[in-house]
């Protein structure tokens, strides 16, 4: 039976601030190795008999999966969730969606890490009889700590490759987890699964209808948007949001448990990323330009600059182009109060980095004082801008690298390296890169207010209709 990937590109990584952010998570960012995680995600799957994945993601994150599957040549659906409903709502669109074939589902997160592929690749083999049966597979992790992050679960007698489930259990206390690794009848829940659509269907159908319902009201008006499947926003947002273990895995008669031993982590802070790591002989992680001395067991990485750290121990140090965060690993959990506190306060650094990446390529807000900001724009080869105008400002395009293609109201013409335009209040203009190369150049805006809402589009290749 062939199989089909599910992956779930959710999430907001808080955990992971300031690099990962709300618009800009850890699972589209490259942590370990010269591959984000949603790329490393797919590229593990190699080997495997699989069809082109299903993608389940948000607006905010539509091109960054879009433009990292392009990268590595990969092909897939992606459907595309009005708001976030947890993962029961999310992988019942994937299984509505496949019907008609009705696949094996493997449903994986985005934003996990795997070290022992073999035996990451192994575990799903063993677990396709199990799942062509009608089973509902969801993996365990061999635990190796008393680790308090994670929820378990208890087994129960054999069946095939794997165990009945006996019960599933939340976070538990460090004496009841230390319990649970010596005696060997408790897992890690993965959050990893592997059924038929038409299984997995059925038993959410049986356990929450309301679920079912909605998710089939939503893709049955579905429509195809460039790379994209919008379904019925209406019908979704009326559907509950629960998790596939709430909704039908602590319910169903059907499931069952595969071990898992692969070097499993869901990266879920600074403290799991560390330990993922590889280390020098000091036990430290760097990445960027670090300089170290006395320093043990800290993570540190930086985006864009020197970081010079002197006599401390086990601290993770994260810079990026506007903000430093410093923290002990035994407090890297509470990292979400600050997250919290930059989203109660409206701050722009909760959901955006700086540097901010559109479909057609990205801007750098490199200096914003009153009634004046200054950004350096990257468009790729062959990217349009949207046809536009703003209401409140004004601005000054210098050419750094590459040819520009420029609209201003009825006039288009070309701007070479070292040549500027002027765009006044109002207009309505474009800029497209008509080379082979990137096109940067300088935007100086100057205004009452300069905020990205004040983009009135008139037309976009994108089909975007706000200032995403």
């Known amino acids: 039976m062939i199989i089909c990937p599910v992956i779930l590109v959710g999430g907001a990584g808080t955990r992971l601030w300031p690099l990962s952010r709300s618009k800009h998570p850890k699972q589209f960012f490259a942590l370990n190795n010269e591959y984000t995680m949603l790329q490393n995600t797919l590229m593990r799957l190699s080997g495997l008999t699989v069809k082109d994945p299903i993608f389940i993601c948000n607006e905010d994150h539509r091109f960054f999966v879009a433009e990292q599957l392009r990268a590595i040549d990969q092909h897939g659906s992606i ?142 008006d579905n429509k195809e948007d460039l790379d994209f499947i919008r379904i019925n926003e209406n019908a979704f947002r009326s559907c509950p949001s629960e998790s596939i273990d709430y909704a039908v895995m602590e319910n169903t008669d059907n499931g069952v448990m595969v071990p898992m031993n692969a070097g499993w982590s869901d990266i879920g802070s600074w403290l799991s990323l560390w330990k993922a790591s590889e280390k020098d002989k000091n036990d430290n992680f760097h990445h960027g330009d670090i300089i170290c001395h006395d320093t043990n067991g800290c993570y540190i990485r930086s985006e864009d600059k020197l970081i010079a750290a002197v006599g401390i121990n086990d601290l993770v140090i994260v810079s990026t182009k506007d903000a430093v965060m410093v923290a002990h690993k035994n407090n890297v959990q509470d990292i979400k109060k600050i997250t919290d506190k930059l989203k109660d306060e409206s701050r722009s650094e909760h959901e955006l980095h700086r540097e901010v990446f559109r479909p057609w390529g990205k801007y750098d807000s ?45 006039e288009t013409f070309l701007l070479s390296v070292n040549e500027s335009t002027y765009i006044p209040v109002g207009s309505v203009h474009a800029l497209e890169n008509p080379e082979k190369i990137d096109l940067e150049l300088i935007e100086v805006q100057t205004g009452s207010y300069l905020g990205e809402d004040d983009i009135v589009r008139l037309q976009d290749v994108y089909g975007r209709v706000s200032a995403d």
């Open 79 to 220: 459907i595309l969730e009005p708001e976030g409903k947890n993962t029961a709502p999310a992988i019942a669109l994937a299984a509505l969606q496949s019907l008609e074939k009705d696949p094996l589902l493997l449903v994986l997160s985005a934003d996990h890490e795997v070290k022992d592929i073999y035996a990451f690749q192994n575990a799903i083999k063993s677990a396709i009889n199990l799942a062509e049966s009608g089973k509902l597979v969801t993996f365990g992790i061999v635990p190796n700590e008393p680790h308090t992050g994670y929820g378990y679960i208890k087994t129960g007698s054999a069946e095939g490759s794997g165990y009945t489930i006996n019960s599933f259990i939340e976070k538990p206390s460090l004496r009841l987890a230390e319990d649970f690794l010596k005696s060997k009848d408790y897992y890690w829940n993965s959050g990893m699964f592997l059924f038929k659509a038409s299984a997995l269907l059925s038993e959410l159908n049986k356990f929450r209808p309301d679920i079912y319902q909605a998710c089939k009201d939503a893709m049955s």
């Open 366 to 410: 490199v200096d914003i004082g009153e009634g004046y900001q200054v950004k350096r724009i990257t468009v790729k080869p062959g990217a349009k801008l949207s046809l536009q105008k703003h209401h409140h400002r004004s601005e000054h395009w210098i050419v750094v690298v590459g040819t520009a293609k420029v609209t201003i109201e009825e």
